[in-house]
């Protein structure tokens, strides 16, 4: 069987479910935990290293807000997106769709305006430096509430930085129903923003019509339980709305058993655009190559396969149609001159 590792660690790829600080790599959070050496988090990179060896789910989520709480000035932050975007552009990432969750960093006292000056820096160096383009989703922590949610929509519609594209709801699923948080979502998409929420990871198919009926959804962040209503899966490809899957994190969470039993060639099979994604990579020990390589063996693709699966990323994307059209092509030049060797 030929390796298709290399293939992929070359092809443009776009990527649309990861998270800010979840793709803090280790490399990352050294450079922060230096800049807080009162922080209980390593700076060498060996005992970062072991740091970062999850036993079980309470210990990411231990290390994801120990390093949550290394982000404390706009500096901080700055620092973080740009090096996310440098960790992008190694596995050849052009554009990414970055989860953002302002709440956590304003309820830390970082100011509101300089939060929003230092995404963008980064963002405009990291298009101009690396070559990665760089859009926002700010997502509201959903096991904070509604005071939460009030602040992130605040945030989206008043503050709304350049490169804020869409507004999602991340956290835990179970005890935090979808539908409370419609008239947020209603506020972020009469202000012209996407609406992109977490729904189906760890709950069943109605939270995903939740998703779809009261927020508005036009992407599914994870939408694994889909495949367990047919009526549902017909309806996401009739409507030609994505799941971004991350196979790898479906594992970590236990929202799915084991990598066998993803179901993400019964998604594919029912017609359903499928984009493959990363969500906390380090925290996962994953990166969006492994993801693409993972997903490639269970849908049992070849180079075209991965080509076709990195151009559906960019079609469910919230890039403008000439950006599309731009990372589409270089994709194809690149398959092209990859099979004709
Ligand atoms: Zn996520």
Redesign the pocket.
Known sequence: MTDLRPFIAGLPKAEL???HV?SASPRIVAELAANHPDSKVPTDPEALADYFTFTDFAHFVEVYLSVVDLIRTPEDVRLLTFEVARDMARQNIRYAEL?ITPFSSTRRGIDEKAFMAAIEDARVAAERELGVVLRWCFDIPGEAGLEAAEETARLAVDLRPEGLVSFGL?GPEIGVPRPQFKPYFDRAIAAGLRSVP?AG?TTGPQTIWDALNDLGAERI??GTSSVRDPKLLAHLAEHRIPL?V?PT?NIATRAVTDLEQHPVKEMVSAGVLVTVNS??PPMFGTDLNNEYAVTARLLDLDERGIAGLAKNAVQASFLDPAGKARIVSEIDTYTAEWLSH
């Open positions: 479910h990861v998270h979840g989860t991340g977490h990871e962040g994870h971004e991350c994190s969500d906390d």
